[in-house]
């Protein structure tokens, strides 16, 4: 490979891997200031964690626009429309004068957000295939996975010199560069002529067939109940860690960032361990990973066990996103290379919206409890393990009908 070749390669890696952080970056930044916007905005902690779940919510249906739009307008439009969008209604966050307002401007933000999440995978799928393209996503795991690691250290350090709003302006200014990154440096990857026509019944049609297709939704489902968990501890962590064991902002943030490292790790693990393993195999080990840290959390939690078995177990949950992530989308996308977009938006539906209907379930019991967070996670990758043995065994692909159109 040629030098110029090679700092174009490097450049797609960053600049996709930026893109593809906007759901942890969007998230987890403002997890330390959680109790203190309550605070500010005279709000409960699950009227706080709404505004998370409004969040994840928008990210979902924003995929589902965006996806089909870029199959068929291709990449960059719909991709600078949804930056833009983000950039503007981070600014709109920051200026919020109630929790209430908050929620309608995060959905609103994050249905911008989702175009860098979705076309970022659609252009890995427009470029690559199989192993290939599980090793490119686990190469985007080393951008990717920084976000949980810097966002909420970045975010506790903001509020020791301002406030929760100086942490949208924080992602103003961030939405706003990568919006010129991308308008400058970020290529097309969907020739004119394998777009489809963004036409509303076409549109619903592939959804349909998507459905139709066990597979895939085994695939995509097992993998949405593992990010589900991880979005409840998400949710969850920073009342937890910082009202029921006493975690200062920035111990929380460290702990935060412990565990984003641990997805890095994996990611980069998964990108070797492809080249001798099936992408099938790999997918269930992270989901044995997470089930067993959810176990493992709940009996430390019913135990009284404290921070030394909590945070090990938050570690397994968390990091096995590392395996979890490339291989469901690996093999959920496997036969979908003419419509990534639209498949990719699937998936990311699926994951957020388990992950925001999970966000305020895990705030119920109150600001001084950790049992409804340890009941969520455990339960979840158990469920993911359920569906993956069910929906994607051998006995269901030999099933699978060979009518879908793909």
Not at 103 to 128: E, H
Not at 201 to 225: H, K, P
Not at 281 to 305: D, N
Not at 362 to 369: E, I, Y
Request: proline share 5%; aromatic share 8%.
């Amino acid at each position: 490979m040629t030098e110029p070749a090679q700092r174009r390669s490097a450049r797609l890696v960053v600049i996709l891997g930026a893109l593809s952080a906007f759901g942890p970056l969007s998230n987890d930044m403002y997890l330390p200031a959680f109790p203190s916007i309550s605070a500010n905005l005279h709000a409960s902690a699950s009227s706080v964690q709404l505004t998370l779940a409004a969040c994840m919510v928008g990210l979902a249906l924003g995929q589902l626009i965006a996806g089909p739009f870029s199959d068929s307008l291709g990449r960059r439009g719909p991709l600078l429309v949804g930056l833009a969008v983000f950039t503007v209604f981070s600014a709109v966050c920051a200026l919020a004068p109630s929790v209430y307002l908050l929620t309608v401007f995060r959905f609103v933000q994050a249905l911008g957000g989702a175009a860098g999440l979705v076309i970022a995978n659609a252009a890995v799928r427009d470029r690559y295939a199989g192993s290939t393209m599980s090793r490119f996503l686990s190469l985007l795991m080393l951008i990717n996975g920084t976000a949980p690691i810097l966002a909420p250290i970045i975010g506790g350090q903001i509020l020791r010199f301002t406030s929760w709003r100086g942490v949208f302006w924080t992602l103003t200014a961030i939405g706003f560069v990568l919006l010129l990154v991308s308008a400058f440096w970020l290529a097309e990857s969907l020739p004119v002529q394998r777009r489809r026509p963004a036409h509303l019944s076409a549109t619903l049609r592939a959804y349909r067939e998507l459905l139709a297709d066990r597979i895939f939704v085994g695939y995509a489902l097992s993998g949405g109940m593992a990010f589900a968990a991880m979005f409840a501890y998400i949710s969850g962590s920073s009342f937890v860690l910082q009202n029921v064991f006493s975690l200062s902002p920035q111990g929380f943030s460290l702990v935060f960032a412990t565990n984003g490292l641990g997805i890095v790790l994996a990611g980069q693990i998964n990108g070797r361990l492809v080249r001798r393993f099936s992408s099938r195999r790999l997918l269930f080990a992270g989901l044995c990973i997470s089930a067993t840290g959810g176990l493992l959390l709940l009996a430390g939690v019913l135990a009284g066990a404290g921070l030394p078995v909590v945070l090990p177990a938050l570690f397994l949950v968390v990091s096995s996103i590392g395996l979890v992530a490339p291989n469901s989308l690996t093999m959920a996308l496997a036969s979908y290379a003419d419509r990534a977009g639209t498949a990719s938006s699937l998936v990311g539906v699926l994951q957020y919206i388990f992950g925001g209907l999970m966000a305020p379930v895990v705030g119920l019991g109150g600001v001084h409890t950790a049992l409804p967070m340890a009941l969520v996670i455990a339960v979840l990758p158990l469920g993911g393990l359920l569906i993956f043995r069910t929906m994607t065994s051998a006995k269901a692909r030999e099933a699978q009908p060979t009518t879908l159109v793909r």
